[in-house]
């Protein structure tokens, strides 16, 4: 079954720092791999994604993601943290082996982005 | 394009009550998905659709009904409200059914409570 984790409730890092949310993975067949963010009272926002290719993706805002197979991980990471870059944040899984296209989410990482 | 729309933005009912949360697309998506978010737990998935006249059963679909008339519109029907339902709604839509590397856009939301 497909599972993603996001193994921190929170993460805090102050402006001008890099930061970097964590995600780990579990699929069958071949991963494809999303972010999203969703800011205060309102939806999410795609932010990037892994389909194959280079393992460091470059996505919206600055933030970039790594995708590393043998550790089934896709953190996201940005060089400089932002105050505004505060948000809730969602990993997602597809899983390339079935049929309908359905996305499985994390359960979501705060960032606090502190002046 | 107007996206995902969803309506209404904010819903207050009482036990028992049935309702319809809107969602419609303008971008001519074959894939349209309905899902809850709870507070630590992520987005589940309720319902979804690949096309016109099909549904299929998500994660959490107990309590919801959908159907998909149209491509533009899938809405979702709370038979009789409990107040475990009150969430968020998030209606999402991509360019096609089975589209793993297609991204998911996500209308605003409809926040529900059920007293």
């Known amino acids: 079954a497909q599972s993603v984790a996001q193994p921190e409730d929170q993460v805090n890092v102050a402006e001008g720092n890099p930061l970097t949310v964590k995600c780990t993975y579990s699929v069958s067949g071949n991963p494809y791999l999303f972010w999203y963010v969703q800011y205060p009272n309102r939806g999410l926002q795609f932010l990037l994604k892994?389909?194959?290719?280079?393992?460091l993706v470059k996505g919206s805002y600055g933030f970039e993601a790594e995708f590393n197979k043998s550790q089934t991980s896709f953190h996201l990471k940005k060089p400089s943290a932002l105050v505004s870059d505060s948000a809730l944040y969602f990993c997602a899984v597809r899983d390339g082996s079935g049929n309908t296209g359905k996305l499985i989410f994390g359960q979501g990482t705060t960032l606090q982005v502190k002046p | 394009n107007a996206g995902v729309t969803q309506t209404p933005k904010f819903q207050v009912l009482k036990t028992g009550q049935s309702m319809t949360l809107q969602c419609a697309q303008d971008?001519?998506?074959?894939?349209m998905s309905w899902y809850r978010q709870d507070p630590g737990m992520g987005l589940r998935l309720i319902h979804y659709s690949v096309g016109a006249g099909i549904t299929d059963q998500g994660e959490v679909p107990n309590g919801y009904n959908v159907s998909r008339s149209t491509t533009e519109d899938f809405p979702l029907r709370l038979l009789s409200a409990a107040p475990s339902q009150t969430s968020v709604y998030f209606c999402a839509s991509s360019y096609r059914a089975g589209g793993h590397t297609d991204t998911q856009y996500f209308g605003p939301g409809t926040r529900l409570t059920v007293l």
């Open positions: 892994y389909i194959t290719g280079d393992n």
């Open positions: 971008m001519n998506h074959e894939y």
